[in-house]
């Protein structure tokens, strides 16, 4: 194994990721400023080591057996505000651009403040949620790839589609976005953002280890939906189990472990396939060695 100048070996996963799950990841560096983030792939790159970028690790299943090579932890986090557009760095939290958003009076980004995780996420996954989506307000990206070359794309050159981009299942790293809203007022932006809050609060099971929906929705209707009337909600696999609140959420209820998770999922897909003839796709992204 190649030693790496800086960062954790051996760092458990599952204490950066929501569902409080995963194995060790071989190097481990987290990153507070681009020169950082630009310094520490360039180090990977030297070493040949692959690079697993970490947002919030909020639409993640990692391994039990874990990552190999560097998880490089983005928590650069910058805003800037030009008339109704914000800049931001790719580790800041989509809720602080929501937050920056309602400062400045600009309206259409409220839905970000209840999605976890960061830009770069975001970007990577065209997150979405309340009926709007990442590319319905994204200007453009900057783009680096693993040899330091970085370049701008407008949000068209992204091929986003319902939680899909051109970048997953890429090496490119999302450096910053931005994002472009409307002239509003505070007031009706931080109303929205409590509205859209309050709705998460009582549907989804925030108390518990969670990663999001865990499937994406099938084209007309609901993977929750499917999954109840599957009769799956409070199926369990070791510590893993189907939400009672919310059939699309699988919750960590005790030391679940990916394999659990995994397991769950297939039973899920395979009930759902059987009983509906509808084939369910992951929205987590499952990563590291399996
Ligand atoms: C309670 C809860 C509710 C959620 N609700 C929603 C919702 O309403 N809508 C929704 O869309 N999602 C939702 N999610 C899922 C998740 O919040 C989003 O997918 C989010 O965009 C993931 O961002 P992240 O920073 O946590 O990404 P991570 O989980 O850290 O990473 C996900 C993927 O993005 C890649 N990535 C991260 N940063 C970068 C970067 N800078 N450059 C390139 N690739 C990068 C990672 O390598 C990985 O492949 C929810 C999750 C939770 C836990």
Redesign the pocket.
């Known amino acids: 194994m190649k030693l790496l100048p800086f960062g954790v070996r051996d760092e458990p996963m599952n204490k950066h990721?929501?569902l409080h799950i995963g194995g060790p990841a071989d190097f481990f560096v987290r990153v507070t400023t681009e020169r950082d983030l630009v310094g520490a792939i360039a180090v990977a790159r030297e070493h040949e080591l692959p690079v697993?970028?970490?947002?919030?690790?909020?639409?993640?299943l990692v391994s039990d057996l874990g990552v190999r090579g560097v998880v490089l932890q983005?928590d650069w986090s910058e805003t800037s505000v030009d008339g109704t557009t914000i800049t931001a760095a790719?580790?800041t939290p989509?809720a602080s651009v929501a937050a920056a958003a309602a400062r400045n009076g600009i309206v259409g980004l409220e839905w970000m403040a209840?999605?976890?995780?960061?830009?770069?996420?975001?970007?990577?996954?065209?997150?979405?949620?309340?009926g709007s989506?990442?590319k319905d307000v994204l200007v453009d990206a900057e783009l680096m790839d693993l040899n330091g070359a970085t370049w701008t794309v407008p949000t068209a050159e992204l091929d986003y589609a319902y939680?899909r981009s051109m970048?997953?299942g890429t090496p490119?790293?999302?450096?910053r976005a931005r994002f472009r809203g409307t002239l509003g007022d505070r007031a009706s932006a931080v109303k929205r953002i409590k509205e859209i809050a309050n709705e998460?609060i009582a549907k989804?099971p925030?108390a518990q280890p969670?990663?999001?929906?865990i499937f994406r929705n099938p084209p007309g209707d609901h993977a929750g939906r499917l999954i109840e009337a599957a009769g799956l909600k409070g199926a369990t696999e070791g510590g893993a189990m189907v939400s009672t609140k919310h059939a699309n959420?699988i919750v960590n209820v005790g030391d679940a472990s990916a394999t659990d998770v995994r397991a769950l999922m297939e039973l899920c897909q395979r009930e759902v396939r059987e009983k509906f003839d509808v084939e369910l796709i992951p929205?987590?992204?499952l990563?590291g060695e399996w």
């Not at 969670?210 to 929906?213: A, E, F, H, R």
């Open positions: 990721t929501s697993l970028m970490l947002g919030g690790g909020t639409n993640m983005n790719s580790g989509l209840t999605v976890p995780g960061t830009v770069g996420g975001a970007v990577h996954g065209n997150a979405g949620a309340f989506e990442t939680r970048l997953q490119i790293v999302v450096m998460r989804q925030l969670n990663t999001g929906s959420f929205e987590v992204e990563v």
